[in-house]
């Protein structure tokens, strides 16, 4: 499983939306749905999550993984003080795909390298406080992947994590080929030459085990890379064109105007 996830793990960003540590004599969160990924770790104490009408009782050293839209409930059944740690993140691979959502996490896991996770999950609260310049920033980063590896360690450890759904291996190839480099004369039909199924097959199929189309990703890809260049490169509107593997500039322009509202040149000058 980890062999099959490698890539798409290498490739992703982290982006945390929020984080905290707690100390709480009463918690009461009912119906809560987060358009995020949601993780707690009960560093003292007790609380009760439930998922689809199942309970789980957290005690210390146990985390709790709730993938984005799932509602549930997580309260303390007591008025006896809990400590927690908790944060809110997307972990996104190829611009669009949640990573998680190709997991099967338990819900529920108690972490046999809790004390390690608190060390490194104050020495990133700790990076946060201090940042000032680019350095820290980049400290900052490394030390939330190592939170984010930590915590994992535990979950995929786990002998009720799996891959959901089971993706064959050759989709996990036409993956690769869009995420490593989308180009704009990639189509359905150079992808079902290339690996002799029929378009349609390609594109639901594709869909089902990913949650977006091949072509969809790969327009958002060009946008997202196109930005990137945008902003952050040297080269001019017409060389990235030819970089994405536009026909003409014009063609880019017009691709680039419908994403984003703004001309590549607009965008540029006002950076966004």
Request: net charge negative; aromatic share 14%.
């Amino acid at each position: 499983m980890s062999e099959r996830l490698r890539p798409l793990i290498q490739r992703a960003v982290l982006d945390i939306v929020e984080y905290d540590y707690q100390t709480r004599t009463e918690m009461v969160q009912l119906n809560r749905q987060m358009p995020f990924c949601v993780m707690s770790y009960l560093k003292r104490g007790e609380a009760l999550l439930r998922i689809q009408d199942r309970e789980y009782c957290c005690r210390d050293g146990d985390a709790i993984f709730v993938p984005p839209n799932v509602i549930h409930d997580h309260v303390k059944m007591s008025r006896e003080e809990s400590e927690f740690l908790w944060w809110h993140f997307n972990f996104r691979t190829a611009y669009n795909i949640d990573v998680l959502s190709l997991l099967k996490l338990p819900y529920k896991v108690h972490m046999e390298n809790s004390s390690e996770f608190e060390q490194k999950f104050f020495g990133y609260m700790e990076a946060i406080q201090n940042e000032k310049t680019i350095a820290d920033m980049i400290y900052k980063n490394a030390k939330a992947l190592e939170v984010l590896a930590c915590i994992f360690d535990s979950f995929l450890k786990s002998e009720k994590t799996q891959l959901a759904p089971d993706i064959p291996a050759v989709f996990m190839d036409i993956f690769d080929d869009i995420s490593q480099r989308p180009t704009a004369g990639m189509n359905l039909k150079t992808l079902a030459e290339k690996y002799h199924m029929n378009p349609t097959y390609i594109s639901n199929k594709f869909k089902e085990y990913f949650g977006i189309s091949p072509i969809f990703l790969q327009r958002n890809m060009l946008f997202e890379k196109a930005k990137d260049y945008l902003l952050s490169s040297a080269m001019n509107i017409n060389e990235i064109s030819e970089e994405l593997g536009f026909s003409e500039h014009a063609v880019f322009t017009r691709f680039f105007t419908e994403k984003a509202g703004i001309s590549p040149k607009e965008f540029r000058n006002t950076g966004f």
